[in-house]
């Protein structure tokens, strides 16, 4: 069982930046690919970033290319989110997720992510 507790959230003016961490207990977090996803008032849940275990390939929805960066730090048990150039359509709670043990292979699909975290909610000001 994986256990996942976001932090790093809160808000910011448009053009900020934040960076959301995502903790992860138990040994396993670096035998699994993880995902950020996040959830607007009124929306479903969609995809953000998604990165392998081993950290050596990325993904993005176009939405946030150029802006985010996702990554992770195997070591520590933890992945980050850095979200740069804010808009507040980026307004939402973000979730991280982590697939599986043995899931290396990163996915837009959130059906594919077996482990969630509580939320940390963003907020983009005008």
């Known amino acids: 069982q994986v256990q996942l507790v976001e932090s790093g959230g809160g808000l910011v003016q448009a053009g900020g930046s934040l960076r959301p961490s995502c903790a992860a207990s138990g040994r396993t977090f670096s035998s699994s690919a993880m995902g950020w996803f996040r959830q607007a008032p009124g929306k479903e849940r969609e995809f953000v970033a998604a990165?392998?275990?081993?950290?050596?390939?990325?993904y993005y929805a176009d939405s946030v290319k150029e802006r985010f960066t996702i990554s992770r730090d195997n070591a520590k048990n933890t992945g980050y989110l850095q979200m740069n150039s804010l808009k507040p359509e980026d307004t939402a709670v973000y979730y991280c997720?982590?697939?599986?043990?043995?899931?290396?292979?990163?996915?837009?699909?959130?059906?594919?992510?077996?482990?969630w975290g509580q939320g940390t909610q963003v907020t983009v000001s005008s």
């Open positions: 997720a982590a697939r599986r043990v043995g899931y290396g292979l990163e996915s837009t699909n959130y059906n594919d992510y077996n482990y």
């Open positions: 990165i392998r275990r081993s950290g050596d390939g990325t």
